[in-house]
């Protein structure tokens, strides 16, 4: 079997709305980050992930732009956590991105779950960046029929460097939305019938909104990593 890019999950691009885009990155990076460069990162519309082998050949998803329906679950997709602190978050965001059961779990039912992690606040949520990251209809199908899943193992998740200067900065500016931006490095390893399989380092850059005494909830993630 030749070699290719692995999980389609995460070769999808990252398709970007022009009025969330600018609202995510106005709150959460002119705000907080001012760094000209990771206002690039949140409001490009460009930016693949890199991935390596799979026994299906990529193809680009088709976002999902309105919530779905949970009426069928959420399959092997866990609940989110009950956590107060955007790093723990992020780290536990990260292991639902980088994860997925198609043995166990449909597409629906796994869009349904990766939804219920998002913030409630419509104003700032960004659905569509999140549901991008989820191949369309046609490519889960053939994940299925080759009984295709993935795990990952979280490494850290840390405040990229320009995050915590702004903050530093201009402490009380989070607290228009109390969005940060988190950094988080792992490991993916892929799997399907037959005994193929790979893994491969994974990093991204998500925006988890932390309000005070209220669990965390995912609003974005960036089409590139802040260091």
């Not at 519309?45 to 329906?69: E, F, L």
């Not at 609940?79 to 059961?101: E, G, H, I, M, N």
């Not at 369309?136 to 915590?164: C, I």
């Not at 965390?216 to 590139?224: D, F, K, M, Q, Y």
Request: proline content about 8%; aromatic content about 8%; overall charge positive.
């Amino acid at each position: 079997m030749p070699k290719r890019s692995l999980s389609p999950l995460h070769r999808a691009t990252t398709h970007w709305t022009t009025g969330r885009r600018i609202l995510v990155a106005a709150v959460v990076i002119t705000a907080l980050l001012g760094a000209a460069g990771l206002t690039a990162w949140f409001t490009s519309r460009g930016g693949q992930s890199k991935t390596g082998a799979s026994p299906t050949a990529p193809a680009p998803s088709s976002p999902a732009t309105t919530a779905p329906k949970a009426s069928a679950g959420t399959g092997s997709v866990p609940a989110p956590p009950k956590l107060t602190d955007p790093l723990a978050y992020a780290r536990a965001a990260a292991v639902l991105l980088w994860s997925y059961d198609t043995r166990t779990t449909s597409r629906d039912q796994h869009l349904a779950g990766m939804h219920a992690w998002m913030t409630s606040e419509t104003k700032y949520t960004d659905w569509t960046a999140i549901s991008g990251q989820v191949p369309d209809p046609v490519l889960w199908s053939r994940m299925a029929d080759n009984a295709q899943y993935a795990t990952a193992a979280v490494g850290e998740a840390h405040f990229p460097s320009a995050f915590k200067q702004a903050l530093a900065e201009n402490p009380s500016a989070i607290t228009e939305a109390y969005i940060y931006a988190v950094t988080v490095t792992g490991k993916q390893t892929i799997a399907w019938k037959g005994g193929g399989g790979g893994a491969e380092d994974r990093a991204v850059t998500l925006a988890v909104q932390c309000r005070p005494s209220s669990d965390c909830a995912l609003v974005s993630l960036a089409p590139s990593v802040a260091p």
